[in-house]
């Protein structure tokens, strides 16, 4: 089996550190792709095969609710998770992106502990064990 996470942030330093945390202890057959724009992340999703998307809000090109617009028009949001990571705690946004679809929503700074729960909630124990990865 094998495990697809795309990390889509402008900051190179916090999709290094997410990359990071996802692939601490061994962890077979997880390939993480990165972003650094709405449009990269929308190009990956068109021909990668995506099990988990981490997202910031505040892209250079668009919003990250607009990632989830579009990921609703081309159907992808029942098959893909969508974690929102954002400095805002404002509840309505929190509320409005979850009701687009955002499987959950982070707040930076963030913790590793709450990243590796994130990607173990929505992807199951596979994720979090050895030789493991993802639903198939």
């Known amino acids: 089996m094998s495990c697809h996470v795309l990390v889509v942030d402008r900051s190179d330093i916090i999709r290094a550190m997410i990359r ?3 692939t601490l202890g061994e962890r077979e057959g997880l390939t993480i792709h990165d972003a650094k724009s709405g449009k990269e992340a929308l190009d990956i999703l068109a021909r990668a095969s995506i099990d988990l998307v981490f997202t910031e809000l505040n892209l250079p090109d668009m919003q990250g609710d607009e990632i989830l617009n ?4 081309r159907n992808l949001l029942p098959r893909i998770p969508v974690v929102i990571l954002s400095s805002s705690r404002c509840r309505q946004r929190m509320d409005a992106l979850k009701r687009k679809g955002a499987r959950a929503y982070l707040t930076k700074p963030f913790r590793l502990e709450h990243i590796r729960a994130a990607a173990v909630s929505i992807l199951g124990k596979a994720f979090s064990s050895k ?3 993802c639903n198939g």
Do not use: N
């Not at 579009?70 to 028009?73: E, K, N, P, V």
């Open 70 to 73: 579009q990921m609703a028009q």
């Open 20 to 22: 990071k945390i996802l």
């Open 131 to 133: 030789g493991g990865a």
